[in-house]
Nanobody
Framework: QVQLVESGGGLVQAGGSLRLSCAASGRTFSTYAMGWFRQAPGKNREFVAAISRSGGSTYSPDSVKGRFTISRDNAKSTVYLQMNNLTPEDTAVYYC???????????????????WGQGTQVTVSS
């Protein structure tokens, strides 16, 4: 079992930055690929970024590429999402998720992930 707790959300003006953190406890963090997803009101949950278990590989969709950066610190059992140049369209609840993987894969489908945090609200004002 893995427990995930997100933090770092809040209210920011357009063009601003936030860094989200997701602290994990439980099983060996370095055996899990980690992902960030978001869900805006009335919309489906959307993939934001994912990182391999070592941190050596990452992936993010074009909608956030160049603005959002995912990273991890296995010694601290924490994954981060650095978000720059935020726009009102980035307003959503952001969730981190974990999936045990036997190798350096990067799951991008939410249904592949086994564990989820409770989410943290990010609101970007115009």
């Amino acid at each position: 079992q893995v427990q995930l707790v997100e933090s770092g959300g809040g209210l920011v003006q357009a063009g601003g930055s936030l860094r989200l953190s997701c602290a994990a406890s439980g099983r060996t963090f370095s055996t899990y690929a980690m992902g960030w997803f978001r869900q805006a009101p009335g919309k489906n949950r959307e993939f934001v970024a994912a990182i391999s278990r070592s941190g050596g590989s990452t992936y993010s969709p074009d909608s956030v590429k160049g603005r959002f950066t995912i990273s991890r610190d296995n010694a601290k059992s924490t994954v981060y999402l650095q978000m720059n140049n935020l726009t009102p369209e980035d307003t959503a609840v952001y969730y981190c998720a974990a999936k045990w993987v036997p190798r350096a894969t990067i799951p991008i489908n939410q249904y592949e992930y086994e564990y989820w945090g409770q989410g943290t609200q990010v609101t970007v004002s115009s």
